[in-house]
């Protein structure tokens, strides 16, 4: 930390000590914290408003437990959360999480990198995120159902279209929305569609949202890829993960000509050198809610690899895209990716890539999207779902998917923008850093002392 400025050590010392069970929280700050080193000597308001350490404290944090019943009439209890980090720019805007893995740390990294995410859309949404430990695995549909409408039961006082609106994120896709919603109309008497993101195209949802944040992703690489004169067309990718962001990212993958071998899930890997099939992968993930490993059972020509036996990054390719989980990237992944020719990396996944991976990839200079600008598209086609629904409109499939390319190719000049104008670094993690907190800062002074 001796390089850095005196005000960022501060507030990292700041940070450290008072949240030091949350390691994926200080981890998520850390990496803002140093990117913004060379542009507080340009910003005098941004010490003399403390905006450093206002920008780190959420503005509220809900607790709250979550009683339901289980088939077997058992009583069950969860921890559910929401953060509301920032409103500067708009309501709190981020989605719902639910996994065992949940806790405030993670919901409060979460919440901190969509402050950024948000503000580099361009659009006015604020920061936030929600979820609980709860594990939808194994669960029946209607214990998914009494799991959300309990949720929803606390959380439907909290919310609102122009206060905060949640979605979708690991474990929560349009079914669980589809109950949330259920449960908050009921609760409030009102037919709010802007309370919630993610709704199916039959009662609100906007076209394009499921596809948006892998589709994004794909944009996004296409982006960075032409800066140095390259495309996707006949390459070879890997994309981890096997949920809603990965499906969609293999998609347009696939429908720009990339040949993709291999996906994931907490499992394993499924490799086929061939390219996978989508639509087997899509009947099983997105129908039957299935695993990876019945892929490789009904496709002879892909081999499943348990995931003791070795990481999907082993896997030989020129573009990279994690679509899983945080850290779920290592430093050892990213050598052995570059060791095997890979280019390009664009995160679909929030913080897939350890601070030593990221470190590796710009020393070796690969093309490498962070997450907060590669997986904008999903936010960002939320807002326009926000949007229709505040006009009491429906766009067209071409127009939404234009306007997310459109939006993914804009984030992509901010990065380059803010990068070449203060990093000697010059890479898309201190872009997209900059750029998105100097919109944010604006507004925070904009406000006042509040
Ligand atoms: P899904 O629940 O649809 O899929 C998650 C995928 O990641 C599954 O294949 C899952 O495997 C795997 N996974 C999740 N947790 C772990 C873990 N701890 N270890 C190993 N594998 C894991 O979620 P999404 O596709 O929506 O989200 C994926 C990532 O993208 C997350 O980081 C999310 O925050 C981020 N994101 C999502 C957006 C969205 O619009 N949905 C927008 C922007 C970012 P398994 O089934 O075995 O658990
Ligand atoms: O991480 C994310 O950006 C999301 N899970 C989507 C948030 C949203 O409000 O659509």
Redo the contacts with the bound molecule.
């Keep these: 930390m001796k390089s850095l400025p005196k005000a960022i050590k501060e507030t990292l010392d700041w940070v450290h000590a008072r949240n030091h069970s949350e390691p994926v929280f200080i981890q998520a700050v850390d990496e803002v914290l140093r990117s913004l080193a060379p542009v507080i000597s340009a910003y005098p308001d941004i010490l003399e408003e403390n905006l450093l350490q206002r920008i780190c404290e959420p503005e509220r944090q809900l607790i709250f437990h979550v009683v339901w019943q289980d088939d077997q009439g058992r009583t069950q209890v969860n921890r559910g959360f929401r953060v509301k980090f920032n409103s500067a720019l708009g309501p709190y805007k981020g989605?719902l999480?639910f996994?065992p893995?949940v806790n405030l740390g993670v919901i409060k990294f979460?919440g901190f990198e969509q402050i950024f995410k948000n503000s580099l859309t361009g659009l006015s949404i604020g920061g936030g995120k929600g979820g609980s430990d709860f594990d939808p695995?194994g669960k029946s549909e209607r214990e998914v159902m009494r799991f959300c409408q309990s949720f929803m039961t606390e959380l439907y006082r909290h919310i609102g279209p122009s206060e905060d609106v949640p979605?979708?994120?690991?474990?929560?896709?349009g079914r669980e929305i589809g109950y949330l919603f259920g449960q908050y109309k009921r609760l409030t008497n009102r037919y709010d569609l802007g309370v919630i993101t993610?709704k199916d195209t039959a009662w609100g949802g906007s076209l394009v949202r499921k596809e948006?944040?892998g589709f994004g992703a794909v944009y996004f690489l296409e982006e960075m890829l032409k800066t140095r004169g390259e495309g996707i067309e006949g390459k070879t990718a890997v994309v981890?993960?096997?949920?809603?962001?990965?499906?969609y990212a293999i998609r347009k993958l696939m429908d720009l000509g990339a040949n993709v071998v291999a996906c994931?899930?907490?499992?394993g890997t499924v490799h086929q050198p061939g390219g996978l099939d989508f639509d087997q992968l899509r009947q099983i993930k997105e129908i039957e809610r299935g695993?990876?490993r019945s892929y490789a059972e009904r496709c002879p020509k892909a081999k499943f690899i348990p995931r003791k036996k070795g990481s999907i990054w082993t896997i030989p390719c020129e573009l990279a895209l994690p679509?899983?989980?945080?850290n779920?990237l290592t430093g050892v992944d990213a050598m052995a990716l570059i060791n095997n020719g890979c280019i390009a990396v664009s995160e679909?996944?929030?913080?897939?890539s350890t601070p030593e991976a990221i470190n590796i990839f710009h020393k070796k200079n690969i093309l490498f999207g962070p997450?907060k600008a590669a997986?904008?598209g999903?936010?960002a086609v939320?807002a326009l779902e926000m949007q229709q629904n505040a006009a009491l409109a429906s766009w067209t499939f071409a127009e939404v998917d234009k306007r997310l390319r459109d939006t993914m190719a804009g984030i992509h000049g901010t990065c380059v923008h803010y990068s070449r104008k203060f990093s000697k670094r010059g890479n898309y993690v201190d872009g997209a850093n900059i750029g998105g907190f100097l919109r944010v800062a604006q507004a925070m002074l904009s406000h006042g002392i509040i």
């Design positions: 989605g999480r996994h893995t979460l695995k979605a979708g994120d690991i474990g929560v896709g993610g948006a944040t981890s993960g096997s949920g809603n962001v990965a499906l994931s899930d907490s499992d695993r990876i679509c899983a989980t945080q779920e679909g996944a929030n913080m897939p997450g997986n904008a999903g936010v939320s």
